[in-house]
């Protein structure tokens, strides 16, 4: 079991390019969770998808797009990279979600620095 | 919506003293709350949970927290630290409307020898 795992680990990107970080869990979770890390502010809810074929806005979603391409996948993507995207992202997962005070599992992160 | 505060940013405790890191929510329905604990470039990890059981939770590495409602707080406590304690402790809490969980800003524990 690998639990949630993250690609990449690190990336370094120039202003105005794209990526996806990739999310992947093998828990059979139904809820997954984007997340950005920055200092002084925990962690900030980007998007999250409660179940397969939904996602829905978090605190902070504005410069990002996400997909849940099936169960075990939840990508997040940045289409046109800002400096202030400069953060550390993790991605979590749970079986009920908070409606039912289900525990996250969160992966590892991905360190994104934005020049 | 939901939150949590997490009063000090940065705690200093010596090593075998007693830990307290403090969290208070506001929720209008019953929560759930949580605390993770964060290894420097390492993701979260469960350290306990509440969900409307026993008021005093025990977790992982001898770690507690017990809720108070009419204090509104969940204060998570050790009574003798350890330097394998060091680390980023976060409070979170959601309840039974909605599927978002809310974070605080972070407890860093530093442990003195």
């Known amino acids: 079991n690998a639990g949630v795992t993250q690609t990449p680990k690190f990336q370094v990107l120039k202003t105005g390019q794209s990526m996806t970080l990739q999310c992947a869990q093998d828990?059979?979770?139904?809820?997954m969770y984007w997340y950005r890390q920055d200092p002084g502010m925990g962690l900030r809810l980007i998007y999250y998808s409660a179940s397969e074929g939904t996602t829905d806005k978090g605190e902070v979603p504005n410069g990002y797009n996400v997909s849940r391409l099936n169960k075990r996948e939840f990508s997040l993507r940045l289409e046109s990279a800002a400096p202030s995207q400069t953060s550390v992202y993790f991605c979590?997962?749970?079986?009920?979600?908070?409606?039912?005070?289900?525990?996250?599992?969160f992966g590892p992160g991905t360190r994104l620095t934005v020049l | 919506a939901q939150s949590v505060t997490q009063l000090g940013s940065h705690v200093s405790v010596s090593e075998g003293a007693l830990v307290l890191l403090r969290c208070n929510y506001s929720s209008s329905v019953p929560p759930y709350l949580f605390w993770y604990v964060q290894y420097p470039n390492q993701g979260l990890q469960l350290l306990l949970k509440?969900?409307?059981?026993?008021?005093l939770v025990k977790g992982i590495n001898g770690f507690e927290a017990e809720f108070k409602k009419s204090e509104t707080s969940f204060h998570l406590t050790k009574p003798s630290a350890h330097m394998s304690d060091a680390a980023e402790y976060f409070c979170a809490v959601s309840d039974r409307t909605g599927n978002q969980f809310y974070f605080g800003t972070g407890t860093s524990l530093t442990v003195i020898p």
């Open positions: 979590a997962s749970s079986d009920l979600g908070g409606r039912a005070g289900d525990t996250q599992y």
């Open positions: 828990m059979n979770h139904n809820s």
């Open positions: 509440y969900t409307s059981a026993a008021t």
